[in-house]
Every structure is written in C-alpha cells, then in structure tokens.
C-alpha cells in the first residue's frame, strides 16, 4: 500500500498525543488505530502496525519511569517475563480464534472500574498494605493480563494499574510505572509475532513510533514530577474513553 505525504506528519502527531496518554494513563489506542485504519489499512495490518508504535512509546516510558526511581527493573523483571510469555500466546491463539465474547465482556469491566475508582476519591494517593506477595501476584496477572493484551488488549493498562492498586498496594504513580514495563514486554511479544506473519507497515509504525517516544517522555515526566493527584483525573477519563469506544463499537452496524 502507498500513503499520501500529508499521512506521515499526522500520524507522528498522533503518535506524540498517545504517548503522551499511554504513559500517564494508558488508552493511547483509541487515537493510534482509528487513525491507522482511516487510511485505509486492513484490520490485521493495522493492528500489527499499531503494536509496533506502542512498543516504542511502552518501552520509553518504561525505561523513564525506571530512571527516575519510580520502580525497579529487577523486582519487574519476572513480571515483564511472564506477561512477555501471556502475550505471545495470546497473540498465537488469535491467529485460529476470535475472542467475541470479549467484546461484550471488557466494557462491563471497565464500567466496574470507573465506578470503583470514583467512588473511593483515596484510592491510589499512597501505597497500602499488599494483598498478595509480587511472588503470587506477577504470574497470575502477569501471564492472565498478557494473554488479554495479545488477544484483545483495550483497557489492559487500566486493568493493570487498578490490580496493582488494590492488590498489590502501589500508588497511582508506582502502578502507572509498573504498568508500563508490563505493556512494554506484551507489547513486544506481540509484535515479534506480526513481525513473523509479516503484517506491520514498517515505515509508519516507525514515524509513528518516533511521536511515542517523544510523547512518552513527557508523560512519564508529568507522572513523575505531579504524583498521583496529577493521574488520577486522567486515569479515571482514559477508562471513560476506552469504555466509550468500545460501546459505541458494539453498538455500531457492521
């Protein structure tokens, strides 16, 4: 397929904007692929291209939040490797099976974490006694919530960041840094895959990828510099937004 020139600064564009949302909240998605398919890409493409930008804004964002102290790279590293290992088997199950059911059944999570969240103005402004040991909990949601990223993968970020909240003990700030790292490893095992199958569009999902750096960058940067107060308003629209989308994708006529 050849695009048109005017294609490529827009989508860096877009790429900046969603990282700049997929590092504070996640849900950088609902930009980066409705643009890709605006251009007349197909779904498979398309969504293939979609993880190669992300991985470049999930893999800077990461890297960032580990620089600056926010988390440690060592105690998310088995985490990172089982989410790695769910995602690439999430992504291999896709390519015989089509998750259906999990588009009726992720907008009435995301619902429940919208209301959680709202209704506990508190929630996530200091870290608080873990519910599970990080040795219980990476590969339960490591390898669960991974598996979902390969194989469906809206609101995945908002599922990570309220598990490390809740059960975990994190803070907002800490469980926006954590979760990077864990979309970082789903999001490169996915893409290793497309890669393999052949369907990313490399020269947008570069151009693309290079707005996700930049953005991350700075969103990683407000995360740090703002604290929880500064994510949690963003967390809470970002859900809003995902769910949004997801409902009006549903409701839409194919």
């Known amino acids: ?10 989508l860096f564009l ?23 398919l605006s251009l ?9 291209t979609n993880k190669l ?13 580990v ?46 974490i919208l209301i959680y969240t709202v209704l506990r103005p508190r929630l996530g402004e200091q870290s608080t006694q873990a519910r599970l040991s990080a040795r219980v909990f990476f590969p339960i949601f490591g390898l669960a919530l991974g598996f979902y990223d390969g194989i469906f993968g809206p609101g995945v970020g908002s599922f990570w960041t ?3 909240i ?20 789903s999001n490169v095992a996915a893409l290793l895959l497309f890669l393999v199958l052949g369907k990313v569009h490399l020269s947008l999902g570069l151009v693309m990828g290079a707005g996700q750096i930049v953005g991350a960058r700075v969103g990683a940067r407000l995360v740090v510099t703002r604290g929880a107060r500064f994510v949690r308003p963003i967390f809470i629209t970002m859900v809003a937004a995902v ?6 994708l549903s409701l839409s006529p194919t």
């Open 1 to 10: 397929m050849t695009f048109p020139l005017w294609a490529y600064p827009l």
């Open 14 to 36: 877009t790429g900046f904007a969603a990282g700049v949302i997929d590092s504070v909240a996640g849900g950088g998605g609902i930009l980066t692929l409705p643009v890709l």
């Open 40 to 48: 007349g890409m197909p779904p498979a493409e398309a969504i293939a």
């Open 53 to 65: 930008q992300a991985s470049f804004g999930s893999v800077t964002a990461a890297w960032s939040y």
């Open 67 to 112: 620089r600056s102290g926010v988390v440690s790279f060592r105690a998310c590293l088995p985490g990172a490797i089982l989410t790695f290992v769910g995602s690439l088997l999430g992504a291999a199950t896709l390519q015989w099976v089509k998750p259906e059911w999990l588009e009726t059944l992720v907008p009435w999570l995301l619902a429940a």
């Open 162 to 164: 309220l598990a490390l």
């Open 166 to 185: 809740v059960v975990l003990g994190r803070d907002f700030v800490a469980a926006t840094g954590i979760t990077k790292v864990m979309n970082a490893a």
């Open 243 to 248: 769910l949004a989308r997801l409902l009006w």
